[in-house]
């Protein structure tokens, strides 16, 4: 059988959308699918712009607070030359304050001192240099 060529519009979106199902729609589907997706799209773009403001917002904290803890974090504290674990022995380097706060300490308690020493801080023979 010979296929018969389609006379008016009409028979021939008919007859096209048979040969390719969905693909062929009208131009009112069209224009109502191209406002949804551009629906979608300004949806879509609106939360990306503000979980962008958001990272924006926590970074911006972030920085606000590392810098109040470098402000809080006494200098003198027994914590504070973890730094130097990863070091050897006679690598570490303390600062003037370290050395004052290591030695007052020996001098008001010797087991306050030892447990200082735990921690892999300043030894006695060092302080007094």
Do not use: W
Request: hydrophobic share 30%.
């Amino acid at each position: 059988m010979e296929d018969r060529i389609p006379q008016t519009v009409a028979e021939y979106h008919s007859e096209f959308k048979k040969r390719k199902g969905n693909m062929c729609d009208s131009p009112n589907t069209v224009a109502k699918k191209l406002r949804l997706l551009q629906k979608y799209k300004s949806r879509y773009t609106q939360t990306i712009a503000n979980l962008k403001q958001q990272v924006l917002t926590l970074q911006k904290q972030n920085e606000e607070l590392k810098s109040e803890l470098r402000k809080l974090r006494p200098s003198n504290s027994i914590m504070t030359p973890l730094d130097n674990v990863e070091c050897k022995p006679r690598g570490r380097r303390y600062s003037e304050l370290q050395k004052n706060f290591a030695l007052a300490l020996h001098y008001c308690s010797a087991k306050c001192y030892r447990l200082y020493k735990l921690f892999k801080n300043t030894k006695e023979r060092l302080l007094k240099t």
